[in-house]
């Protein structure tokens, strides 16, 4: 039977973490400490290499000139950091050098610790993110955030403009303070959340959690977009044993339904704090983004105070890295070679 409703508490993850390797000493440009990360391999588009912060072994895409302003890619979820593959190339070639991790609890990105919560609170992503880039040797950087990844790029931008050059963010506007609830056909293609938010939700998570991202990409898009062979290799992103908890501790802490985790009680505080953007911002949404509706991020511009622009794409559904990879490279580049290289 499945189990009733409840709160979820957070406890560490038992047995879910492997060994983790041999690690390599290294200094990069722009840190003054040694560093574990994976610098024995250049890192590249195709193939993942790894870093350690002090909570996770960080896989992550690269490519670009050394030298080049650096950018960050964060993927969303139910994706990877592949979703970038038709994009960064671009961005590389006007001159960028991208960074592309998968988040915690996707792909071969893993913690060190069985201790560490296995929370997926935005603000625990907000500083994964910060640590990866201080990790790589990053002190300023434009951030590029889909789903997930444009609520984490939001949360850096609003609360570390000192850090940020530019903010560009898809399939998501940003709206200041605590959430508030959605109008009742948002909160209908929110349905997910909600059944996640019950037991019989997280059984089925837990226990089908392929099927249950393979629906949502059939649901938040219209047909056609993807083949089964694209779904299954962004799919074993999802087998890392992390995902589960992550998932379901993400949209449940969301919305009240599960306790956040202390570490990360400062940051939740100013990213709530937050009332304004002071780093130029591009919005790329889909018109017929059948989950994060297009109305949702319409009338924004008096949060934004350094330059902000919305841009919506005929035909794009939620996943417009992957569906309309053309018109995401032109946004992008035009906004980065104007905002992301100060």
Same mark, same amino acid.
């Given at each position: 039977?499945?189990?009733?409703?409840?709160?979820?508490?957070?406890?560490?993850?038992?047995?879910?973490?492997?060994?983790?390797?041999?690690?390599?000493?290294?200094?990069?440009?722009?840190?003054?400490?040694?560093?574990?990360?994976?610098?024995?391999?250049?890192?590249?588009?195709?193939?993942?290499?790894?870093?350690?912060?002090?909570?996770?072994?960080v896989a992550y895409l690269s490519g670009g000139s050394e030298d080049g302003p650096?950018?960050?890619?964060?993927?969303?979820?139910?994706?990877?950091?592949?979703?970038?593959?038709?994009?960064?190339?671009?961005?590389?070639?006007?001159?960028?050098?991208?960074?592309?991790?998968?988040?915690?609890?996707?792909?071969?990105?893993?913690?060190?610790?069985?201790?560490?919560?296995?929370?997926?609170?935005?603000? /625990?992503?907000?500083?994964?993110?910060?640590?990866? *880039?201080? #990790? $790589?040797?990053?002190?300023?950087?434009?951030?590029? !955030?889909? =789903?997930?990844?444009?609520?984490?790029?939001?949360?850096?931008?609003?609360?570390?403009?000192?850090?940020?050059?530019?903010?560009?963010?898809?399939?998501?506007?940003?709206?200041?303070?605590?959430?508030?609830?959605?109008?009742?056909?948002?909160?209908?293609?929110?349905?997910?959340?909600?059944?996640?938010?019950?037991?019989?939700?997280?059984?089925?998570?837990?226990?089908?959690?392929?099927?249950?991202?393979?629906?949502?990409?059939?649901?938040?898009?219209?047909?056609?977009?993807?083949?089964?062979?694209?779904?299954?290799?962004?799919?074993?992103?999802?087998?890392?044993?992390?995902?589960?908890?992550?998932?379901?501790?993400?949209?449940?802490?969301?919305?009240?339904?599960?306790?956040?985790?202390?570490?990360? /009680?400062?940051?939740?505080?100013?990213?709530?704090? *937050?009332? #304004? $953007?002071?780093?130029?911002?591009?919005?790329?949404? !889909?018109? =017929?983004?059948?989950?994060?509706?297009?109305?949702?991020?319409?009338?924004?511009?008096?949060?934004?105070?350094?330059?902000?622009?919305?841009?919506?794409?005929?035909?794009?559904?939620?996943?417009?890295?992957?569906?309309?990879?053309?018109?995401?490279?032109?946004?992008?580049?035009?906004?980065?070679?104007?905002?992301?290289?100060?």
């Open positions: 039977m499945a189990s009733e409703p409840a709160r979820l508490r957070l406890v560490p993850s038992p047995d879910r973490s492997g060994p983790h390797g041999e690690k390599e000493q290294t200094r990069l440009r722009g840190v003054g400490r040694p560093l574990q990360c994976g610098a024995h391999e250049e890192a590249s588009m195709e193939k993942p290499v790894f870093c350690d912060t002090s909570l996770l072994r650096p950018v960050l890619l964060l993927h969303g979820w139910p994706d990877d950091a592949t979703t970038f593959a038709d994009v960064a190339p671009s961005l590389q070639a006007a001159g960028f050098r991208t960074f592309a991790p998968w988040l915690r609890g996707f792909g071969k990105t893993s913690f060190h610790s069985d201790e560490t919560i296995r929370s997926g609170e935005i603000a /625990a992503m907000a500083q994964d993110a910060l640590d990866f *880039a201080d #990790a $790589i040797g990053l002190e300023r950087f434009a951030v590029l !955030g889909h =789903d997930w990844g444009a609520r984490i790029a939001y949360l850096l931008a609003s609360v570390f403009p000192q850090r940020i050059t530019c903010c560009a963010a898809l399939s998501l506007g940003w709206q200041p303070g605590p959430p508030s609830m959605p109008p009742l056909e948002q909160a209908k293609a929110f349905w997910y959340q909600w059944f996640m938010a019950t037991g019989r939700g997280e059984e089925f998570v837990r226990q089908h959690g392929h099927s249950f991202a393979r629906f949502q990409w059939d649901s938040w898009s219209p047909p056609g977009w993807f083949d089964d062979d694209l779904f299954e290799r962004v799919a074993k992103s999802f087998a890392n044993p992390d995902w589960p908890d992550v998932t379901l501790h993400s949209y449940r802490v969301r919305w009240g339904e599960a306790d956040p985790d202390p570490r990360y /009680a400062e940051l939740a505080r100013k990213q709530v704090e *937050a009332e #304004a $953007i002071s780093v130029p911002t591009l919005v790329l949404h !889909g018109d =017929d983004d059948r989950v994060v509706l297009p109305d949702s991020s319409k009338g924004k511009e008096p949060y934004f105070t350094a330059g902000y622009e919305r841009v919506l794409l005929p035909g794009v559904g939620h996943f417009p890295t992957r569906e309309a990879p053309a018109q995401v490279r032109e946004g992008l580049e035009r906004f980065l070679v104007e905002s992301g290289r100060q």
